[in-house]
């Protein structure tokens, strides 16, 4: 049995990743602002624990604390710099902790009581960032400081000593890194999943009634406001019935995924595929005039027609009849344009099935027929 599952521990594929970490940086965006000058309050209220270990000493720290705070203030928000809010939270790190750094190293004895305030602010730096080599990489100008100055203030005993609290300090917060990022990529992953069932088909994958709806709506509007085309297919399985009582459910909803798959595959980037019943299914074609929706139709109804679903009987063939409609003036919304295509597709059933039919404006239709394939 695994005690452990270190499969959380890993980076998303790049495309998750640079989301997460899109989203990481717009909350950065909204704390800043606030952990900024907290951060910045604390540095140089510290200044007053310069002056209980070494007042000799003060009047430089306490100065020095406050010119870097001043300093790194000005990216607690926006400026014409035009920083990401990445870039803005290392140069906040990196101004604030050079004086505390410094601080120890001018003051009496300053690492042996100021070594506390130097390991609490690396967790700081594991809020800044989701990756383990920028955590690293953020930390290492500190740290080389750090070294260098403890090293000519300190004894050989009390620099191991200070060295090896802060490396300790740094596994601390790596690891304190990953678990947090481990708790957003699961929190991401299934934010993810519950969109796409919200937008989704549980069934086939295309897009669910709803979602279509709301993307239809939306390419209306554009081909409106843009003067575009825009047209609507609405297909349906023939004799679907029969597929369910001849060769079961299991067979039926196979048939159903196979349909969802392959239009998916033959219909362009830009238009939009979804189920809105139980056979039922539209293309919404953006960008498309009449005659090129014609012909999307008559290849999607080919393509179909030439499918062989795998059944204990045999391969299976089917049909499907399929309604077109075109955006018009007359089309108040989403709903009247798909109660013509509808219109067109009942059409398409009663005309012979396994057709291609174009609803016109004066409720004349254009019907591209074709020889029935085998069922």
Not at 40 to 47: A, E, H, I, K, R
Request: hydrophobic fraction near 50%; glycine fraction near 6%; include cysteine.
């Amino acid at each position: 049995m695994t005690m452990f599952d270190f499969s959380s521990l890993r980076a998303l594929p790049e495309p998750a990743a640079h989301e997460l970490s899109k989203q990481h940086d717009a909350e950065l965006q909204h704390l800043l602002p606030l952990l900024g000058p907290v951060f910045g309050l604390v540095v140089l209220l510290f200044g007053a624990w310069d002056y209980w270990i070494d007042a000799s000493h003060a009047w430089l720290t306490v100065p020095l604390r406050a010119l870097c705070v001043l300093i790194g203030s000005l990216a607690y928000m926006p400026n014409r710099l035009n920083w990401s809010v990445a870039q803005r939270c290392v140069y906040v790190y990196l101004t604030h902790v050079t004086p505390i750094i410094v601080s120890q190293f001018l003051l009496k004895d300053g690492f042996l009581y100021g070594l506390p305030g130097i390991t609490a602010s690396v967790f700081t730096v594991a809020l800044l960032t989701l990756s383990l080599r920028t955590f690293l990489l953020i930390l290492s100008l500190p740290t080389l400081l750090l070294v260098v100055l403890s090293a000519l203030a300190t004894p050989l005993l009390g620099f191991i000593n200070i060295v090896m609290l802060y490396l300790f300090t740094v596994g601390m917060a790596g690891i304190a890194l990953l678990v947090v990022r481990s708790f957003r990529q699961k929190a991401y992953l299934f934010e993810r999943e519950l969109l796409h069932m919200s937008h989704h088909d549980s069934l086939t994958g295309a897009y669910n009634r709803g979602y279509l709806t709301e993307l239809a709506e939306r390419e209306i509007a554009l081909a409106r406001r843009h003067g575009r085309a825009l047209a609507v297919a609405m297909l349906d399985i023939d004799h679907f019935k029969h597929v369910n009582d001849n060769h079961g459910h299991a067979i039926g909803d196979l048939v159903i995924q196979q349909l969802a798959h392959t239009c998916a595959d033959t219909l362009r980037v830009i238009d939009h595929f979804g189920r809105i019943g139980g056979e039922e299914f539209v293309c919404v074609l953006p960008e498309t005039e009449q005659d090129e929706a014609l012909q999307c139709a008559e290849r999607l109804r080919l393509c179909l027609a030439a499918l062989q679903v795998p059944t204990p009987q045999g391969p299976l063939q089917f049909t499907v009849s399929i309604g077109v409609a075109v955006l018009q003036p007359h089309h108040a919304n989403w709903s009247a344009l798909l109660k013509d295509a509808d219109a067109a597709l009942y059409r398409a059933k009663n005309s012979g099935r396994n057709r291609v039919v174009l609803a016109g404006r004066d409720d004349t239709i254009v019907a591209i027929p074709a020889a029935t394939a085998p069922h």
